[in-house]
């Protein structure tokens, strides 16, 4: 058992290692942060999708812009779009679960809001139904995936692919990027 907690530490710092070396990344974050706070001050609004664990990955960051994040300060129009249950379960139903959020995308959002998906895998139907839908609206996409990227890797605007294929590991990255993010948006508009 010792041994297997060692191992999965092990793994997840390779990840946070792998991350902390990649230059590219670091620059594809700072001129994505700037893109969040533009949005902001333009008085665009950020969504954010996923399922199960990414679905509360979504939720967390949503509310680290509509909350706060280190400083007190005035909220940022930020939400994931899976609260609605009423809405998830009559659309899954009447229509098809993957058409969830790309349904919302057309009837909510508008050009220059800015929609984060979050996909393990890149390939989760109803995230790339919604870049889909968003791309035809004039959204910004921004795709947290694996490795590769999946189908995301062609319809996102910016793409965080994680140096992994373990599921816990990419989601790992998922939630340290998404801070970072939050931060550098948060001290780029609040100073």
Known sequence: MIATIRHILEESV???????????????????????????????????????????????LAAEFSGRFYKDRKALPAEALHCNTSYLTAVANDYSYDVIYARLVEGMLDKGDVLFGISTSGNSGNIVK?????????????????????????????????????????????????HILCQLVEANLFP
């Open 14 to 60: 390779k990840v946070k290692q792998a991350l902390l070396a990649d230059e590219a990344l670091h620059a594809k974050l700072a001129q994505t942060s700037v893109l969040i706070a533009d949005a902001f001050r333009a008085g665009r609004r950020v969504y954010f999708c996923g399922n199960g664990g990414s679905a509360a990955d979504a939720q967390h």
């Open 130 to 178: 919604a870049f889909e839908a968003a791309r035809a609206k004039g959204v910004i996409t921004i795709g947290f995936t694996g490795q590769g990227g999946g189908k995301m890797a062609g319809l996102s605007d910016h793409l965080f692919p994680m140096p992994s294929k373990d599921t816990p590991r990419i989601q790992e990255g998922h939630i340290l990027i998404g």
